[in-house]
């Protein structure tokens, strides 16, 4: 069955950077674009990024863009998101997903890992 | 601005049927935005329910359905039960690799 695990997430002070992973089992990663969306404490859902199968496109939101980039490792069945120049308002639990090109996500996701930034 | 609109809270009664909207202001929500729904319970990743209007994900029961209802993407859940007690959130598909969700609805089960 689709299993996606995250990693990465801690603490860390505003204007560093952190680099999250995804690790995806149980379909085959290297067909199906991927996303990341993230949750603020207390707050709804937020759509981060995508990249689709093949990393010929990487989509960003507005509040990250510049700041964030999206990858994946086809061969290693991992998704990634570089996050530089860390805010205050980053400050979430960021979750992976496997989904399309039209949606975000079609089935699981994972657990999340949180990310705080502060001095 | 583009939101996407969703109602705060809705309650519905176990065994009932409620219908929780997902809505596009301004505008009018069509297949085209490849609505989808999602479920999460406090302290839980969140759950796929609804993907592309009205296709469920794997192994959600056909108790929740997804439509287009007027101008808006609607999910449907009937003979609620205690645990469909959670927050529902929409996304929409907004073209040039964006999506947006609603800010989310607080379904109550009494």
């Known amino acids: 069955q689709v299993h996606l695990v995250e990693s990465g997430g801690g603490v860390v002070q505003p204007g560093r950077s952190l680099r999250l992973s995804c690790a995806a089992s149980g379909f085959t990663f290297n067909s199906f674009a991927m996303h990341w969306v993230r949750q603020a404490p207390g707050k709804g859902l937020e759509w981060v990024a995508a990249i689709s199968y093949d990393e010929t496109n990487e989509y960003y939101a507005h509040s990250v863009k510049g700041r964030f980039t999206i990858s994946r490792d086809n061969s290693r069945d991992t998704l990634h998101l570089q996050m530089n120049s860390l805010r205050a308002e980053d400050t979430a639990v960021y979750y992976c997903?496997?989904?399309?090109?039209?949606?975000?996500?079609?089935?699981?996701w994972g657990q999340g890992t949180l990310v705080t930034v502060s001095s | 601005q583009t939101v996407v609109t969703q109602e705060p809270s809705f309650s519905v009664s176990p065994g009932g049927t409620v219908t929780l909207t997902c809505g596009l202001s301004p505008g009018s929500v069509s297949p085209s935005y490849y609505p989808s729904w999602y479920q999460q319970t406090p302290g839980q990743a969140p759950r796929t329910l609804i993907y592309s209007t009205n296709t469920r994900s794997s192994g959600v029961p056909d108790r929740f359905s997804g439509s287009i209802l007027g101008n808006k993407a609607a999910l449907t859940i009937t003979g609620a039960q205690a645990d469909d007690e959670s927050d529902y959130y929409c996304v929409l598909y907004m073209g040039s690799g964006t999506w947006v969700f609603g800010g989310g609805t607080k379904l109550t089960v009494l």
């Open positions: 997903a496997r989904g399309s090109l039209l949606v975000p996500a079609d089935g699981p």
